[in-house]
């Protein structure tokens, strides 16, 4: 009697789905940042890619090592070297005992115009293999105006639901309540370090109040940045006002079908009066094989509300430096006048 309670309660335990605890934050050790700014630094304003290594630890994945990608073209037995090489990477980190387990990828950007449908491509086919990843952002374009660039993303679980359905359609989003900025869940970064790297750091630090990176805050110039967040600002309105030219192309033939439809059915209504009258039997009101009953498909809305995502983000970018400059700009006139 025991041994089947003892079996019966294992099944039970066996059947009972694990809880997964959300992710909350990012913890990734100070080296590792380092190595993902240099490595992307090196190349810009070149695109490149690297491998997040690490553990999956309750609510907070632990990010303890990275290594970068070469730089490949489109090419398959490019793409297949790629992935030799990654191989390899992992097997020679199990070698000397380091955690080779993948967490995510890290990415450069421009501008912090990373969200592509080729972003969310790589997270559904990391999602396949891994329960839960991220992707490190970094901006080495921004982190040139003083402010350290660094962001970890995630696609949120309602918006992966519709893309595995392939369905954006607008009763869809409506049933889901999705918008725009729903698609891409920020997770906090905290930086961590061993107490060696602590006090070494600590040795390191100078006596000197200020050092040349406050001073070079204060650079007055930031037309350069400002213009190319312009630029990129009106060429995301010229994508976005195609979009909606498209949504309007569908809506016409949309009313238009259904004018079509309406004088077929009066039409046929008005036959089936004249074969009652005559004594016949009445022909159906819908014909499948018409044309003008075959609906028309809606046009995805997921590339719209990437281009408003990233609207927003050009907006936020330019309204944080303008904002910064002025500063600048009254902190100098301050000084001037004295």
């Known amino acids: 009697m025991a041994a089947s309670s003892t079996a019966r309660s294992f099944l ?6 694990e809880v997964v605890s959300p992710l909350r934050v990012v913890q990734i050790e100070g080296l590792v940042i380092l190595k993902i700014i240099k490595h992307c630094k090196e190349f810009s304003p070149a695109l490149v890619t690297g491998q997040l290594l690490g553990l999956d630890v309750g609510s907070v994945l ?61 997270f559904m086919n990391y999602q396949e293999n891994i329960r839960r990843c991220v992707c490190i952002i970094y901006d080495p374009s921004r982190s040139n105006q003083g402010v350290l ?49 602590s006090a070494f750091m600590t040795e390191l630090e100078s006596d000197t109040s200020v050092t040349q990176c406050d001073y070079d805050r204060l650079q007055l110039s930031s037309n350069p940045y400002m213009e190319r967040n312009m630029e990129f600002l009106i060429e995301c309105m010229d994508d ?7 949504f309007q192309f569908y809506y016409r033939s949309l009313s238009r079908q259904q004018a079509q439809q309406q004088a077929w059915l009066q039409k046929r209504r008005s036959e089936n009066m004249a074969r009652k009258a005559a004594g016949e039997e009445p022909l159906p009101e819908e014909d499948p094989t018409n044309p003008i009953f075959k609906p028309i498909p809606e046009p995805s809305r997921l590339e719209s509300f990437l281009i408003t995502n990233q609207i927003a983000n050009y907006c936020n970018q330019i309204n944080g430096v303008a904002g910064q400059s002025f500063n600048r700009l009254y902190l100098m006139k301050s000084l001037h006048d004295n």
Do not use: H
Not at 12 to 17: K, R, W
Not at 184 to 192: D, L, Q, R, T, Y
């Open 149 to 197: 660039a660094l962001k970890a993303l995630k696609l949120s679980d309602s918006f992966m639901e519709l893309y595995r359905a392939n369905s954006f359609t607008g009763e869809k989003l409506r049933e889901k309540n999705l918008s725009w900025v729903d698609i891409f869940e920020e997770i906090p970064i905290k930086v961590s370090n061993s107490a060696l790297i």
């Open 240 to 246: 976005l006002s195609m979009e909606q030219q498209k």
């Open 62 to 122: 632990e990010v303890t090592n990275c290594f970068p990608f070469p730089i490949r073209e489109e090419d398959e037995e490019i793409e297949a070297d790629g992935a030799n090489y990654q191989l390899e990477m992992m097997r020679c980190l199990r070698e000397v005992n380091v955690d080779n387990n993948t967490v995510g990828w890290y990415q450069s950007t421009i501008l912090g115009s990373y969200q592509t449908v080729e972003l969310i491509e790589t």
């Open 12 to 17: 039970q335990v066996a059947a009972t789905e």
